[in-house]
């Protein structure tokens, strides 16, 4: 099929590549003149594991074609999926000025029946004003579909190619049987096509998004009681985990989700809940929650050094809101550090992948590292906000011998705790006791 995907972030951009990778021609349209050039001369924009392989292979096989414009890209494409930012208002609310903008210029340009596709997250009824926005310029047949994404950052390649299932919001037979047709190579071990009216498929995405959030909110929930307690939530994860009407996913406790989808999302349906005359008071818990989880280290912090840290120096492993992406959006550690220059200390960071995007947004307020072992240099803790399989196990030798002190602060819980007390480490984690070793100051 000739398929035309307008925007090239994430989103569409694994998009686009995956369907040309099933023999689909596929041409991405983005405003973004230096963006596409790079694309186009096989320059990757994003980093997601698995994807640049395709994206070359595609490329050079030209079933993957780049172009800033909108007539081109379009004019022979059966199915045009919209992957659009949908930035958040200060409200909570998904600003649809992009999708609709290009809906409306779609509308000066179709001439003859297509399949126009909101992928994007957008809210509850948004397929309908692209209707609108499409047939005040354009009078012929055409259909708009809610066919929302379930990308994970850092296995999203996986999740395109082999969805637990595929949603597609439509009443038409007509699209309903391409759309059938496009993603059956994706699901031929069985996972479903699931068909669905417009407004369900919208609210989909939404109510998958802010339930998986809950799950990590009502754990950091229950570490903050094992801490109060004497719990281990570790045990407490295993033991509820086991359990199949809960399982074992999204119950590791932390410092917090972040990223591009759970606070926009959360958010956003939540505000959605409130235009519909409802007050969903679960999310408003979630979003508390998690507010608050991300600076739950700062109080250890600060009693591990009597309650001053100005001055002091901090190693921070990870900037990036979860391993194996370079996306930054919304993520723990800028909150952490934030708090910690606020308080006078200086912050020494490493990620494996996304330093550029935090120079780009923090700039010089903080220092960084060549690697992981550099920004440890005189530091006088390390703090773990990231849980990149580099950091779970490190050379402590080198961690001893570059540290002022034997001090580690884990907002992803990479170590087990008595291993660390053996290696004469003060440890503090979330939900867990403090290792603290015998000669500890």
């Known amino acids: ?243 199949e009407r809960i399982g074992r996913r999204f119950l590791f406790p932390g410092i917090g989700y972040g990223g591009s989808c759970f606070p926009k999302d959360v958010k956003a349906l939540a505000r959605s809940s409130k235009e519909a005359g409802y007050n969903f008071r679960i999310l408003d818990a979630v979003m508390d929650v998690n507010e608050n989880q991300k600076l739950h280290l700062l109080p250890k912090i600060k009693k591990y050094f009597n309650g001053d840290i100005k001055g002091k120096k901090f190693a921070l492993w990870g900037l990036a809101f979860k391993p194996n992406t370079d996306d930054i959006r919304e993520a723990p550690a800028l909150y952490m550090i934030d708090a910690l220059l606020a308080e006078g200390a200086t912050v020494h960071a490493f990620d494996p992948e996304a330093m550029n995007n935090a120079k780009m947004q923090i700039g010089d307020k903080i220092l960084y590292g060549e690697n992981q072992y550099e920004c440890l240099d005189g530091a006088d803790a390390l703090i773990i906000s990231t849980e990149w399989n580099e950091f779970r196990t490190p050379n402590f030798l080198k961690i001893v011998t570059a540290l002022k002190h034997k001090v580690i602060f884990d907002g992803r819980n990479l170590f087990e705790n008595a291993a660390i007390r053996e290696l004469g480490f003060y440890y503090e984690s979330i939900g867990r006791s403090p290792a603290i070793p015998a000669h500890s100051k």
């Open 1 to 243: 099929m000739k398929i035309a995907v307008v925007g090239t972030g994430y989103v569409g951009l694994v998009t686009g590549t995956c369907f040309a990778e099933t023999g689909n021609d596929v041409i991405c349209v983005d405003i973004d003149k230096a963006k596409v050039d790079k694309l186009s001369n096989g320059q990757i924009t994003i980093y997601e594991p698995g994807l640049e392989k395709l994206f070359l292979r595609n490329l050079r096989e030209e079933r993957l074609l780049f172009t800033t414009s909108l007539e081109d890209g379009v004019k022979d494409a059966a199915i045009i999926f919209l992957a659009l930012p949908t930035p958040q208002g200060e409200d909570g609310s998904a600003d649809l000025k992009y999708v609709l903008g290009v809906a409306d210029h779609l509308g000066r340009l179709l001439k003859s029946y297509k399949i126009i596709i909101d992928k994007s997250t957008v809210p509850v009824g948004t397929s309908d004003k692209v209707h609108k926005a499409i047939s005040a310029n354009y009078k012929g047949e055409f259909d708009v579909v809610s066919n929302p994404e379930f990308l994970r950052e850092g296995v999203a390649v996986d999740d395109f190619m082999k969805p637990d299932r595929v949603v597609i919001g439509t009443d038409s037979d007509r699209a309903r049987k391409i759309l059938n047709d496009l993603y059956s190579p994706f699901v031929r071990q069985g996972n479903p096509i699931i068909f669905m009216d417009e407004k369900s498929a919208e609210l989909t995405k939404y109510a998958a998004n802010s339930f998986l959030a809950t799950k990590i909110s009502f754990m950091n929930e229950i570490a903050q009681l094992c801490e109060r307690m004497g719990a281990d939530v570790d045990m407490v994860r295993k033991g509820i985990g086991g359990d």
